[in-house]
């Protein structure tokens, strides 16, 4: 059986790894599963791909094993496309998400429509024990709603409104939001890339 280690320890982006890549030959593990939630890995990359890239081969060197990581943010255009690379660390890592969310809801209280508009980006990396390298990236489009709506999502969620839905990401089922959501969309391709070099 396959290992791929991912380099995170949010439970709740594992869930979702798990639904896209989980197969019956492949063992889908955290950091904190292999009790590597304290290596310290620095991620100051300018982009998504480079911040992904430093977490996966980070762990890949560590453990001479397939690491996936991914990094993923919400670009505001209202606010020159912030918190961007900068999502997690807005605004202090320990902040809950519930103030931060309120506090971009804030920031934008004289913009309308499509002024609103935002993305959620992912980039996933996968590093493989040769050290070679494979990247995927998903994006959705949507608005910054007018307050925080739904609890199955986690993070920026609650506040991410998909016009043609009528709703939040937080309200969606993870079925759906795994269909459309920008992580969905780079594991999905992730996925197809794994397949073809014959790695899944």
């Known amino acids: 059986m396959k290992k791929i280690i991912v380099a995170t320890g949010n439970e709740g982006k594992m869930k979702e790894i798990r639904q896209i890549l989980g197969g019956e030959n492949v063992e ?15 991620e100051d990359g300018k982009t998504f791909e480079e911040n992904a890239l430093i977490k996966a081969s980070t ?4 453990t001479g ?6 990094d993923s943010g919400l670009e505001v255009d209202y606010m020159d496309k912030a918190p961007g690379v900068y999502s997690a660390r807005y605004l202090g890592e ?6 931060k969310n309120n506090h971009i809801i804030d920031e934008l209280k004289d ?3 499509e002024e609103r508009s935002a993305r959620f980006v992912c980039v996933i990396a996968c590093v493989l024990p040769d050290g070679r390298s494979i990247t995927t990236r998903g994006t959705i489009e949507g608005q910054i ?5 739904g609890s199955n999502g ?3 969620d609650p506040i991410f409104y998909l016009p043609e839905r009528g709703c939040t990401t937080a309200e969606l ?6 269909k459309i959501s920008h992580r969905g969309k780079a594991l999905t391709a992730m996925y197809k890339k794994l397949k073809e070099e014959n790695l899944l």
């Open 145 to 149: 709603g007018y307050e925080e709506k």
């Open 154 to 156: 986690f993070g920026y």
């Open 111 to 113: 913009a309308v429509g």
């Open 94 to 99: 320990d902040t809950p998400y519930t103030v």
């Open 173 to 178: 089922s993870p079925e759906e939001k795994n």
């Open 59 to 62: 762990i890949s060197k560590l």
């Open 65 to 70: 094993t397939m690491v996936l990581a991914d």
């Open 28 to 42: 889908i593990v955290s950091l904190k599963d292999e009790n590597l939630q304290d290596v310290e890995i620095v």
